[in-house]
């Protein structure tokens, strides 16, 4: 689990090792324990590495194979790496580590790029191929670890985070209106390739590509997502059996690829309940974790779950650790995460997700989060509303996911800016895409493989990782997932959402957990639009560089300012629209503008 970086050169310079050396220091936090770099003509690596599998030396990075000469950066982990080492092993290749950065090296010996296939787990990689001078890019199928792109025809630069490759100057930095369009629609998720930014993009999720000197590329996807029924359908108790075993799988696999403690964050909900049920009786002494904030006075939602986590962790007996946030804390750490964040990203837990990262990261170095539950399996309430709809199933979907229409997004973006209902476009082609038996199996298909990635997959990669926390999430294991997509939509909406968690939960967890009402992370602090919050986001909107850009239209900001907590004022499910435009120009200040935070 580490950062890399990097650039190819295509005119026949040598590579800029000035500027990967800063995006290699920016991408420092991510990797504390061993920095590397490695260059030759016109290709340079840096790399910055959290150990966690094989601690030696021997699996530091970059790593070149003695025997091809080919040369790896590597992001993430690989599940079954102890598997494939041995299939390697036996047909002859010969290793100097124990961990599973060298399995890439050895397994694209021996099985060339579709190698990506045969893998397991979070992982973004560069390899590059002397023997026919290529470099290699590749991505996980869930989008889990991030790698970003930078090309001005003259080089590629790549790095896992967007602030890295700007550190590393000379990138296109004005807006892309089209992800623009889709950051305010789908709750500031912007789909692979694109981000709000025109010169950076993002490898798409299950996809490998691979360039030449002289430019050339062939973009390839390796894996797709069926959400059909098998034959014959499996009964009841079948699928229970196959997700009790899936489940378990993964689980295992997520904590035994570490050579360090590996801990749980205990929510307190069903998915990570489950986690530490799962774990309780094969882990010696288990870490888990909970964190909760200050109720504002007058406000009817508790602002913590400790009641069930506290349940969770008496019953298995785990070493439970708990954190109290101040809502002063929350508004501190703010202009910090702001900093943190690789993509500007609206919802509230992210500031959660960070707090909570800087703490358990002081104990250990790996974490399990039941993250990805819910859109595998059919938790959010959408899921039936939609299904309850009739119309077309992009008018299905919009009603209860999309944060406001095309016609509001126009009165708020200033028209220089203004495109198409391109959002609309891109849900409809995707829900469009054969291998979906139903409009709901189309959906959690769309959310699983694209949403997903941007929310909430990026903010538990980013924050953490900000850290130097490794945060691992089981129920996006691929053959989970598959088996998930396998059932029948219906089956898994029973009892309000997850039925196939819940039915296999029964006698492991207690009933109290499985049967509470879904709870989502609240942060009180950011939940109202008023004292410090509001003030904070009025100087943002109304500054000289918000001004300057140009990208709202000030009637429109100004409607907002004037009624900050009016009902329409609100997103369904990501608050405050006031906070949505004030978090993007808090964003493009600091990581754009160079302002501090």
Request: hydrophobic share 45%.
């Amino acid at each position: 689990m580490c950062g890399f970086c990097g650039e190819l050169r295509f005119d026949d310079l040598a590579a800029d090792l000035a500027a990967v050396a800063r995006m290699s220091a920016a991408l420092a936090p991510r990797g504390p324990d061993h920095a590397g770099h490695w260059d030759a003509g016109p290709l340079a690596f840096g790399h910055r590495r959290l150990s966690i599998i094989d601690l030696s030396a021997a699996s530091d990075q970059p790593m070149r194979d003695a025997d091809t000469g080919c040369v790896l950066v590597f992001n993430g982990v690989l599940y079954n790496y102890r598997e494939l080492r041995a299939e390697l092993l036996a047909a002859g290749q010969r290793f100097a580590s124990q961990g599973d950065t060298e399995v890439i090296l050895k397994a694209y010996a021996a099985w060339g790029v579709d190698c990506v296939r045969r893998f397991e787990g979070m992982f973004a990689f560069a390899l590059w191929d002397p023997r026919d001078a290529s470099l290699l890019l590749a991505r996980d199928r869930f989008g889990m670890k991030p790698l970003y792109l930078a090309e001005d025809g003259r080089r590629l630069r790549f790095a896992s985070s967007l602030p890295a490759l700007l550190a590393g100057g000379g990138v296109n930095t004005a807006i892309d209106p089209i992800a623009l369009h889709h950051l305010f629609t789908l709750h500031a998720v912007v789909p692979a390739p694109r981000t709000i930014l025109q010169g950076v993009r993002k490898l798409e999720p299950a996809h490998t590509l691979r360039l030449r000197r002289d430019g050339s590329r062939r973009l390839q996807p390796y894996w797709s997502l069926q959400a059909q029924r098998p034959s014959p359908v499996p009964s009841e108790a079948e699928w229970l059996q196959r997700t009790r075993a899936a489940l378990r799988s993964a689980v295992d696999s997520h904590v035994h690829a570490a050579d360090v403690p590996v801990g749980v964050l205990l929510s307190g909900g069903l998915d990570s309940s489950l986690l530490v049920g799962l774990l309780a009786d094969h882990v010696h002494d288990l870490r888990t974790y909970s964190i909760g904030f200050e109720s504002l006075g007058g406000d009817t939602e508790k602002a913590d779950e400790f009641e069930y986590s506290d349940l969770v962790a008496q019953a298995f007996g785990t070493r439970h650790h708990k954190l109290s946030i101040p809502n002063s804390a929350v508004l501190q750490r703010l202009p910090q995460t702001i900093a943190r964040m690789t993509e500007p990203m609206f919802s509230h837990d992210v500031v959660a997700f960070d707090l909570l990262a800087e703490w358990v990261g002081r104990d250990v170095k790996a974490v399990l989060a039941g993250q990805g539950a819910d859109e595998v399996f059919g938790g959010y309430f959408w899921y039936p509303n939609m299904q309850a709809e009739t119309g077309l199933p992009l008018q299905r979907f919009a009603r209860h996911y999309f944060d406001r229409s095309h016609a509001e997004w126009l009165q708020m973006i200033a028209p220089e800016f203004h495109v198409p209902d391109m959002t609309s476009v891109l849900v409809e082609q995707a829900l469009a895409r054969p291998g979906a038996d139903t409009f709901l199996d189309q959906v959690l298909r769309f959310d699983v493989t694209t949403l997903i990635v941007d929310d909430p997959v990026k903010r538990v990669d980013n924050l953490p990782m900000a850290h130097a926390l490794e945060l691992r999430v089981p129920f996006l294991d691929r053959a989970l997932v598959e088996l998930a997509a396998s059932m029948p939509p219906e089956f898994k909406l029973r009892e309000g959402g997850k039925f196939p968690l819940k039915a296999v939960s029964r006698g492991l967890i207690p009933d109290t957990v499985i049967d509470r009402p879904k709870g989502y992370f609240p942060v009180p602090a950011l939940k109202h639009v008023r004292g410090p919050f509001l003030q904070r986001m009025r100087e943002l909107l109304d500054s000289a560089a918000c001004r300057n850009r140009g990208l709202y239209q000030r009637s429109f900001v100004d409607k907002l300012l004037a009624a900050p907590e009016a009902p329409e004022h609100f997103t369904r499910i990501n608050g405050s629209k006031l906070w949505h435009l004030a978090l993007l120009e808090w964003w493009l200040q600091v990581h754009v503008d160079g302002a501090p935070a």
